[in-house]
């Protein structure tokens, strides 16, 4: 079978790099068109990068002599590819627009950014949970007059550290969370190369995240009427984000109250048994299991368990009561592999096979 070809843009960036890491062998998709800024169209991707490769595993062979594409160069970019995945450091609106551009021309976008993530009819899908927010991308054709072109983007990383591990619980009533989230400085697209007062530090405060951390998961959660996403709003949910000298791997410290409190033995049952779509169709980036839970009290540590299935697993640890609210717990997901873009290509992995890249 022919692989799909697809476009990376922002390909010289952190989350870029990892898409072509990810996509190097993959058995749907080959990358086609390494797109970025005009300030590197023209170059290889080897001297655009120009010692900027960020990944633990050298830069594959096959991309070192691939000219960059600029991003405004549409046409050039549609001649080469079926679908692009989206990851660039712009102003909101210039994200926006840009992605709008691609979709108007008929190009797919699975984006990273979090411009369009609360554009009513665009989906924004962590694909074990929420599949059927693809619905809405009938509704977004319609709007922008397109025939293949849409949008779908998928939720801001630190969510993925708690939002799988209640969503199953969700059933018993969840009335509040409370989330305390530790986040790897890969985050911010850094190393502590480029990034040595982490070094030993910790930073209170990282912009716009406790707005997504709080929001975010709602939209998730929400449903679809008329075209539209609307959120949920029986949960309250408030967090603090803080920036630890971690590579990789945010953590979550999550308390959580219900309606309805399950037993611990309830809990430890539904994350275990917590399968979706991904699983059910055998795509190649679900992880066999999505939420993996250790009895060890010293566990999850980002360290040793953010790789779990190729980072695209979620472990939790600490489950227990608590005597404010009912449980708390920690978890822990990878920020750029589940988080960002291994999330993106399983998004993409879902959309090739319910036939939304046809
Ligand atoms: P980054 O390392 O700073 O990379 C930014 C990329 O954007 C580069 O490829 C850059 O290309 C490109 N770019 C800049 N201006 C452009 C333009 N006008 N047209 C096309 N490309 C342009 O950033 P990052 O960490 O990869 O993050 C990228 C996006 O993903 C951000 O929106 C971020 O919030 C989001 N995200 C990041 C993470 C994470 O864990 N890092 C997680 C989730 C979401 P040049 O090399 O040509 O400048």
């Known amino acids: 079978m022919a692989k799909m070809k697809v476009g990376v843009i922002g390909a010289t960036g952190m989350v ?42 050298p830069l594959p062979e096959k991309y070192k002599k691939m000219v960059i594409i600029s991003s405004d160069a549409i046409d050039e970019v549609k001649a080469l590819c079926s679908f692009v995945f989206c990851a660039v450091n712009l102003k909101k609106d210039e994200v ?14 699975v984006s990273n950014n979090s411009a369009h993530r609360w554009t009513p009819d665009v989906p924004m899908v962590i694909p074990e949970i ?11 054709r319609a709007r922008l007059g397109t025939k293949r072109g849409f949008i779908a983007v998928k939720p801001n990383c630190s969510i993925q550290a708690y939002v799988p591990e209640l969503t199953p619980l969700r059933k018993y009533g969840i009335k509040e969370v409370v ?19 982490m070094i030993d530090n910790i930073i209170p405060f990282i912009g716009g995240e406790e707005e997504k951390s709080e929001q ?14 609307v959120k949920a709003d029986d949960t309250v949910i408030t967090t603090q984000c803080i920036r630890v000298p971690v590579t990789d791997g945010h953590t979550a410290a999550v308390f959580v109250k219900f309606e309805n409190k399950p037993t611990k ?14 699983q059910e169709l055998g795509l190649p980036s679900a992880p066999a299991q999505f939420i993996t839970y250790f009895e060890e009290e010293n566990r999850p540590q980002a360290k040793l368990d953010r790789d779990i ?21 920690v978890g822990l997901s990878h920020n750029t592999l589940r988080g960002a873009a291994g999330g993106a290509v399983l998004i993409a992995e879902l959309l090739y096979k319910q036939g939304y890249f046809d």
Request: aromatic fraction near 12%; charge should be negative; avoid cysteine.
């Open 309 to 329: 299935y190729g980072g695209m697993g979620v472990t939790a640890g600490r489950l227990r009561e608590d005597a404010i609210y009912d449980y708390k717990f």
């Open 16 to 57: 870029g790099q990892r898409f072509l890491t990810l996509l190097e062998n993959h058995p749907y998709f080959e990358v086609t068109a390494l797109v970025a800024s005009p300030r590197s169209a023209g170059k290889t991707y080897e001297e655009a990068l120009d010692g900027r490769w960020k990944m633990a595993t």
């Open 216 to 229: 975010e998961p709602l939209r998730v959660w929400g449903k679809v009427e008329n075209g539209e996403i």
């Open 130 to 140: 929420n599949p059927e927010h693809l619905e809405v991308i009938a509704a977004q």
């Open 179 to 197: 989330a305390t989230t530790y986040q790897a400085i890969s985050g911010a697209g850094k190393t502590f190369k480029e990034w040595p007062e």
């Open 96 to 109: 926006k627009e840009l992605e709008y551009a691609y979709a108007k021309a008929e190009i797919p976008v």
């Open 265 to 278: 033995e309830q809990i430890l049952e539904d994350w275990k048994n917590f399968r979706g779509l991904p």
